[in-house]
């Protein structure tokens, strides 16, 4: 099994942009797909940016044009790059990835857009 470590979150000011990293203790090319949830203050979790392992991505309407979802299977690593961030960005952000019969999951990162 693969543990999932995210990383970049924090505070920034709106308009601003962060990156987010999601290093695999493994290989994450067998993981067919990777994405990024977000879990918002008193909301659900929503599925925000995914990537296969052919590259095909997909985004909420919300973040498209703002934020842009990589993976570097060597590096073992998924980035989601935000950019234009706003207040209603806001909230608990975690890897996750689905392949191979497993459901992998990283305990979350912070990111706080507020002025």
């Known amino acids: 099994q693969v543990q999932l470590v995210e990383s970049g979150g924090g505070l920034v000011h709106p308009g601003g942009s962060l990156r987010l990293s999601c290093a695999g203790s493994g290989s994450i090319s067998s993981i067919y797909v990777m994405g990024w949830y977000r879990r918002a203050p008193g909301k659900q979790r929503e599925l925000v940016a995914a990537?296969?392992?052919?590259?095909?991505?997909n985004y909420v309407d919300s973040v498209k044009g703002r934020f842009t979802i990589s993976r570097d299977n060597a590096k073992n690593t998924v980035y989601l790059q935000m950019n234009s961030l706003k207040p209603e960005d806001t909230g608990v952000y975690y890897c996750n990835g689905v392949g191979g019969g497993y459901d992998y999951w990283g305990q979350g990162t912070q990111v706080t857009v507020s002025s």
């Open positions: 990537i296969t392992s052919g590259t095909i991505t």
